[in-house]
């Protein structure tokens, strides 16, 4: 076990000193040519370089549409304002598919809210589309054969009263 590991470290030191980086960033690289060749293969668009540094969660037309807590995200507005929100995984999608959002207002929140979700048309254009407004509102937004990042624009409806949403 004790030798495992100091020939681990040594492996690890020599690919940081050949190659200039850490062994982190070399594991990384093989991750990245591999997504790299993914996308390649299946001409999946890549609309948003963020969803390359997230976990990524592939999405079909069968896919279940259950929605997990641990996927859920948070959004805040001021009163006047209308922020975009990204979630913390990237969704790679296939030709034809509408992903899900759903939304409601967090407890300490007393206003309303209009939601719209990112999603794309044929075209790979991004397009905001709404998911109802009021405390809470659901909504299938079409996505297609796009990698990219969820996310939701919140604007506050209530005259000078922010508002805080959860989201998925």
């Known amino acids: ?22 062994s982190a960033q070399a594991a990384n690289s093989v991750d990245n040519s591999i997504l790299e060749q993914k996308i390649l293969n299946t001409g999946v668009k ?28 948070y959004c805040s507005a001021a009163w006047g304002t209308s922020p975009v ?13 509408k992903i899900n959002y759903k939304w409601g207002l967090r407890w300490f929140s007393n206003g309303e809210a209009a939601v719209s979700g990112r999603g794309y048309n044929a075209k790979g254009q991004e397009r905001w589309y709404g998911l109802q407004g009021g405390q809470h509102g659901s909504g299938k937004v079409p996505w ?23 989201w998925q």
Do not use: H
């Not at 297609?144 to 922010?162: H, Q």
């Open 1 to 22: 076990m004790l030798f495992r590991s100091v020939f681990s470290l040594v492996i690890a030191t020599f690919i940081s000193l050949v190659l200039g980086i850490s």
């Open 46 to 73: 890549v609309m948003d370089s963020d969803v390359l540094k997230l976990p990524i969660e592939k999405m079909s037309e069968n896919s279940s549409v259950k929605m997990f807590w641990s996927k859920s995200s």
């Open 85 to 97: 929100c990204k979630a913390r995984y990237g969704t790679w999608g296939s030709p034809g598919l």
């Open 144 to 166: 297609g054969n796009v990698l990219s990042v969820k996310a939701v624009k919140v604007k506050p409806m209530r005259f000078g009263v922010g508002s805080s949403i959860w």
